[in-house]
């Protein structure tokens, strides 16, 4: 019973994980650059994302414009898009397989099946997570190296946006329920290696007839 329990718990935090990282992927704001001007009227906030940079005025207008060319962007910028969009579609099989493979459900078959889909989408959301975290951590670094280069004007420099912080959330999450789904399938087949050999006890009565027609062989 705790184990399933812990299945349910790591369910749902994979749930936020994969929310947070369809999420991270799809907004705008990973990097952002807000630039008061001569008077708060003037004043602009620059967001640039994986597929399109958006820039919202003071007085309430806003636009976006999509990134159509994939050669002209930063190399990081495409091994984001790639590692990002890769992460959804593994977290996305890990929902799938581990609701078949938890024991509260009463789907996938036999006992060794649902331990196997339930490692199996453990091992999805592992992935997941490392191929989130991976972009995330160097989209701040080019972040952080950008804003303390002392070529940069000040315009042009950028902080890390919601979409950096959310992605860092949701692969942790991924992460802690990926090992949960491992280690409770684990324990389950390391117990299932354990060999207990079975002893065989006749009963008295058959004992003693096989002792009386032996005795009476040699009479």
């Known amino acids: 019973m705790a184990s399933a329990s812990l299945q349910f718990f790591a369910f749902i935090l994979a749930l936020f994980g994969v929310f947070g990282d369809i999420t991270a992927t799809l907004l705008p704001n990973w990097k952002v650059n807000a630039d008061v001007g001569s008077s708060i009227i003037t004043a602009i906030t620059q967001m640039q994302g994986l597929w399109m940079d958006c820039t919202w005025y003071s007085t309430g207008m806003f636009s976006c ?10 190399v990081y910028i495409q091994a984001a898009r790639t590692t990002m969009v890769l992460s959804c579609i593994l977290s996305a099989f890990g ?25 199996a989408g453990g091992v999805c959301f592992i992935l997941a997570g490392i191929f989130e975290l991976v972009p995330t951590s160097w989209y701040t670094r080019e972040i952080i190296a950008n804003f303390l280069d002392q070529t940069i004007p000040e315009s042009s420099k950028h902080e890390p946006g919601g979409a950096v912080y959310t992605g860092f ?10 090992v949960i789904f491992c280690t409770s399938c684990f324990k389950k087949q390391q117990g299932a290696w354990i060999y207990h050999p079975k002893q065989h006890h006749f009963p ?4 003693d007839s096989n002792a009386g027609y032996n005795l009476k062989d040699y009479v």
């Open 65 to 74: 414009t999509l990134k159509y060319s994939i050669l002209s962007l930063p």
């Open 204 to 207: 008295a009565t058959e004992q």
């Open 169 to 178: 959330i949701s692969a942790v999450l991924l992460l802690i329920a990926g």
């Open 95 to 119: 929902i799938c397989i581990t609701t078949i493979g938890m024991k509260c459900t009463k789907l996938g078959g036999d006992t060794d099946s649902k331990s196997h889909a339930c490692f």
